[in-house]
């Protein structure tokens, strides 16, 4: 078993839904990474938290330390949106030492 | 600041040839990183650096692998001989400190035929 899991592995959605990835790990961290890879390849840092939640524009980021679980929410998602999401832990006392999940394939169609 | 710079964007190669990938890291950043990116692995760590000291290179495949940080501004990425099974994209990222978010460069896309 992975010690980061996301689900889904893929989805697709119509412009304009509310979405939903989910993130568990099964170590303990630091903090936990959401990261989006646009289709042209790059990588980019959405939110970094080791406790509740976070937003920036339309993305919300929740993270329950209990349960082990962090959600990547958007809202009104955007064919813009289409992109691969991926959560990352950082194991121990820095961040470097990143566990990556497999990535959600999110594909908003318009 | 332009982000973390890398060169060449793509590269193709013959198997047997080295291969030097190069890394510019956002100024003021202590914390380089080179990652490989494939289908089948995923992204995995390869090396980091920190005040231009390699710190853990734990993930780097084999001896053919080497990287090198002269200075806080630039890090170079070889691989000597290059093998097809080499083919990835190569990420490099730089943070401020080992508790923030790390930046990531456009990538390498590397081909060795």
């Known amino acids: 078993k992975n010690e980061v899991e996301q689900s889904p592995q893929n989805l697709t959605a119509q412009e304009g839904e509310f979405i939903t990835i989910n993130c568990s790990y099964s170590?303990?961290?630091?903090?936990l990474h959401w990261l989006q890879q646009h289709p042209g390849g790059g990588i980019v840092s959405l939110f970094m938290?080791?406790?509740?939640?976070k937003k920036h524009g339309r993305l919300i980021a929740t993270i329950n330390i209990q349960e082990k679980h962090s959600s990547l929410h958007i809202t009104a998602s955007h064919p813009r949106d289409s992109a691969v999401y991926i959560c990352?832990?950082?194991?121990?006392?820095?961040?470097?030492?990143?566990?990556w999940g497999a990535g959600t394939k999110l594909i908003i169609k318009p | 600041d332009a982000g973390v710079i890398q060169s060449p964007r793509h590269e193709v190669t013959e198997m047997g040839q080295e291969v030097t990938l190069r890394c510019k890291p956002i100024?003021?950043?202590?914390?380089l990183f080179w990652y490989r990116q494939t289908m089948m692995r995923g992204l995995e760590l390869l090396i980091y650096?920190?005040?231009?000291?390699?710190?853990?290179d734990s993930g780097m495949p084999e001896d053919r692998f080497s990287a090198k940080m002269p200075n806080a501004s630039f890090s170079t990425l070889k691989i000597q001989p290059s093998e097809p099974r080499d083919s990835a994209v190569y990420f490099c990222?730089?943070?401020?400190?080992?508790?923030?978010?790390?930046?990531f460069g456009p990538g390498t896309r590397l081909t060795v035929t």
């Open positions: 170590v303990g961290i630091s903090a």
């Open positions: 100024s003021g950043h202590d914390y």
């Open positions: 650096f920190n005040n231009n000291v390699p710190i853990d």
């Open positions: 990222a730089s943070s401020r400190d080992r508790y923030h978010e790390q930046y």
């Open positions: 938290l080791s406790s509740g939640k």
């Open positions: 990352a832990a950082s194991k121990g006392d820095s961040n470097y030492q990143l566990i």
